[in-house]
């Protein structure tokens, strides 16, 4: 039998299985993959089950997985964990205001998704609220420069569900990672999809998660028929995880494609002679913020090699 994992609590998992949910366990040898991770299970994977005659189900395989995204360890860096798999769609939710979601986080974290191959998509909530000049510009800015590198951004209201039936349709279908800062409305979107849902919202939910020591665990649930949601309560941890500083352009798909126009093929776009993406910023063929960002990642990463290899 094929069954799909929802949860994990301890050594018991949640498993889907056609449209019942059944508690399961690892059977007794069970042999770790490669990966040096914690966890042999994660949400999101395909496994298959087995009934005993005691009527327990029994995990007794895991299916290869199409992506996943994995955490380090803050204590060991060799230690990783697997928050889930099996992503087809990364939405990130942002706002303009109350609070302001930074450019920086949205290109770290996109950055994030490309290294994991989970394609993105941007929601940009709360455009119920009346903008100043200044956001107003902002807006204009995320919905010019992010359709135009590759990814698609839509507006709407969880609150008066302007625009709420287009998410609908591009959650059909797919397992989807829903991301955001606390407070952008990810569980108010969620609860107005499904009316039935219950998501705890707002303020008290809110500064419950600050105060609490972060155990990440995510969880997958089915809002729509055949249409999965991925809830994971840490987005710091979905970061970028021991890359290179000449990995990163990789990850930025408009500096990537200049990038094979640069004198050197080592290029890291910074002060090198003949460089094609530093040429491509001048000319506003790669946005500004795009490139400012990307240099913040490298610098980041350099900074934290230096003091490791120290
Ligand atoms: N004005 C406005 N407020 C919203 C909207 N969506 C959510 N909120 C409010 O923002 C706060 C945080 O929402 P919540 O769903 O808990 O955010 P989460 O932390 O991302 O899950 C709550 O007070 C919501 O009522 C919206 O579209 N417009
Ligand atoms: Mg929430
Ligand atoms: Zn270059």
Not at 12 to 27: E, F, H, N
Not at 30 to 56: Q, R, Y
Not at 207 to 213: A, D, E, S
Request: overall charge neutral; charged content about 25%; aromatic content about 8%.
């Amino acid at each position: 039998m094929k069954g799909r994992i929802l949860q994990t609590t301890g050594s018991w998992y949640q498993v889907l299985l056609d449209d019942k949910i059944v508690p399961a366990r690892l059977k007794g040898k069970f042999k770790l993959e490669e990966l040096d991770t914690t966890n042999p299970i994660a949400v999101g994977d395909f496994v298959t089950l087995e009934k005993t005659e005691g009527g327990e189900f029994i995990i007794n395989e895991i299916h290869n997985r199409n992506n996943y995204i994995i955490r380090q360890s803050p204590r060991n860096k060799h230690q990783r964990h697997i928050i889930a798999s099996n992503i087809d769609l990364a939405l990130l939710i942002v706002t303009i205001a109350q609070p302001r979601t930074s450019l920086g986080f949205i290109d770290r974290f996109i950055a994030a998704a490309e290294s994991f191959h989970i394609p993105v998509k941007i929601v940009i909530n709360k455009i119920d609220l009346t903008l100043s000049n200044k956001e107003k510009e902002i807006f204009d800015y995320l919905t010019l420069i992010y359709p135009q590198i590759g990814y698609e951004v839509f507006s709407g209201s969880a609150i008066n569900m302007n625009g709420i039936n287009d998410l609908n349709s591009i959650l059909e279908n797919k397992t989807t990672l829903v991301a955001g800062h606390s407070g952008v409305g990810k569980s108010t979107l969620l609860n107005s999809i499904n009316k039935e849902l219950n998501l705890k919202t707002g303020k008290i939910s809110e500064k419950w998660g600050k105060g609490m020591h972060t155990t990440t665990f995510a969880t997958m649930f089915e809002i729509l028929p055949n249409s999965f949601i991925i809830d994971t309560p840490g987005i710091k941890e979905f970061m970028l995880l021991q890359v290179e500083p000449e990995e990163v352009s990789g990850y930025f798909k408009d500096i990537k494609e200049f990038s094979e126009d640069c004198q050197f093929n080592n290029c890291l776009h910074q002060n090198e002679p003949n460089c094609a993406v530093k040429k491509a910023v001048e000319n506003t063929q790669i946005a500004a913020t795009r490139y400012e960002n990307y240099l913040h990642i490298i610098q980041n990463i350099k900074d934290i090699n230096y003091w490791e290899r120290k």
